[in-house]
């Protein structure tokens, strides 16, 4: 009995160390089929990687051309919208200055125009001129276009006359003190109302004076003098 015993437990430790040979060698086969467990599920979840790599590029390459295309289209609305802006702003210059155009051609020229198409021959320099151009350099004048009326023009040139070439009248008058009354030019002033006149005629033909210094008209001013009243 004990022998058999023996015989048992050295048969199991025969195998106890065939199969820790078998597992420092790597080929036991429980170990190999956990390693192939193992690989198997390491291939499936690559290949979830994998697969679920591809649909995140996948949807970010169609979210690329989707912004793309977007980005686009704005790009070519912006360009679209500043050229018809340029246009119309060149369209509103062109139609400024076709008025400005007209409003010169309505007005005429300010100063002469000359053709552009007539050709002169050049004189020599010994040659004289003939009775023809004589009569042309005789009878062409300088053209002269004036902006100004006339009358506005004509009190512009009095203005400017010097005030000494107007020769200045200056009237005497004779005043006299008779027996305490007051005589002027023969008239006996005894009140002072006509004290009064008297300075008044003065100060008026001051007036008078100065206006005829400077060329302006005077006969109201002499008809009120003359006569002791306002004119009408």
Same mark, same amino acid.
């Given at each position: ?6 015989? *048992?437990?050295?048969? !199991?430790?025969?195998?106890? #160390? ?18 192939? +467990?193992?690989?198997?599920? #390491? ?7 994998? $697969?679920?790599?591809? !649909?995140?590029?996948?949807?970010? +390459? !169609? ?30 210059? $062109?139609?400024? $200055? ?12 300010? *100063? ?7 050709? *002169?021959?050049? !004189?020599?320099?010994?040659? %004289?001129? %003939? ?16 902006? =100004? ?34 005589? &002027?030019?023969?008239? %006996? ?5 006509? =004290? ?6 003065? =100060? ?17 001013? %002499?008809? &009120? $003098? ?7």
């Amino acid at each position: 009995m004990k022998r058999h015993i023996q015989n *048992c437990r050295e048969q !199991r430790i025969a195998e106890l #160390q065939e199969e820790l040979r078998l597992v420092e060698s790597g080929k036991h086969p429980k170990f190999l089929e956990k390693l192939r +467990e193992f690989q198997q599920k #390491q291939a499936d979840e690559m290949e979830m990687i994998d $697969i679920m790599y591809e !649909r995140e590029k996948e949807e970010i +390459e !169609r979210k690329f051309r989707l912004e793309h295309a977007a980005i686009q289209r704005e790009l070519k609305e912006r360009e679209d919208d500043l050229v018809q802006a340029l246009l119309l702003e060149v369209d509103d210059r $062109i139609r400024f $200055i076709e008025a400005e155009v007209a409003v010169l051609d309505v007005a005429g020229p300010a *100063c002469p125009t000359f053709s552009m198409n007539k050709k *002169c021959l050049r !004189r020599r320099p010994h040659d %004289t001129p %003939t009775s023809t151009e004589k009569k042309k350099a005789r009878t062409t004048a300088p053209a002269i276009i004036h902006l =100004l009326p006339e009358h506005i023009i004509a009190e512009d040139v009095r203005l400017l006359v010097p005030a000494e070439s107007i020769p200045s009248v200056v009237q005497h008058h004779k005043v006299s003190l008779d027996n305490g009354k007051l005589i &002027y030019e023969g008239k %006996t002033l005894v009140s002072a109302n006509s =004290l009064a006149h008297l300075l008044l005629y003065q =100060l008026i033909f001051g007036v008078l004076n100065f206006f005829q210094a400077f060329s302006f008209p005077s006969l109201l001013l %002499t008809s &009120y $003098i003359q006569f002791g009243r306002t004119p009408e």
